[in-house]
């Protein structure tokens, strides 16, 4: 998926609604107790969001200070590849 718009705080909203229904879809499928296609065998929704090169270094942060933040704040697992 490409989210693409002429201004950024158009882009920024339709990033913000898109996360906002993946997170219902997550909790609907714990409701259901993984009984869908749409999650993986741990029944969560991956997630695999591409960047653009230049905002990887600020992302990461030095010495992957940065992304180990976003880590412990979410409690989520991310991987950079």
Do not use: W, Y
Not at 5 to 11: G, N
Not at 18 to 30: A, D, F, G, S
Not at 33 to 52: A, D, F, V
């Amino acid at each position: 998926m490409i989210i693409s718009a002429s201004q950024l705080d158009r882009q920024h909203e339709a990033l913000l609604s898109l996360l906002k229904k993946l997170l219902e879809l997550q909790i609907e499928i714990v409701k259901l107790k993984g009984s869908t296609k749409l999650c993986n065998s741990q029944n969560l929704i991956e997630m695999m969001i591409l960047i653009p090169e230049a905002t990887v270094a600020p992302i990461i942060g030095g010495k992957g200070k940065q992304i180990k933040s976003f880590m412990d704040e979410s409690g989520a697992e991310i991987v950079v590849n």
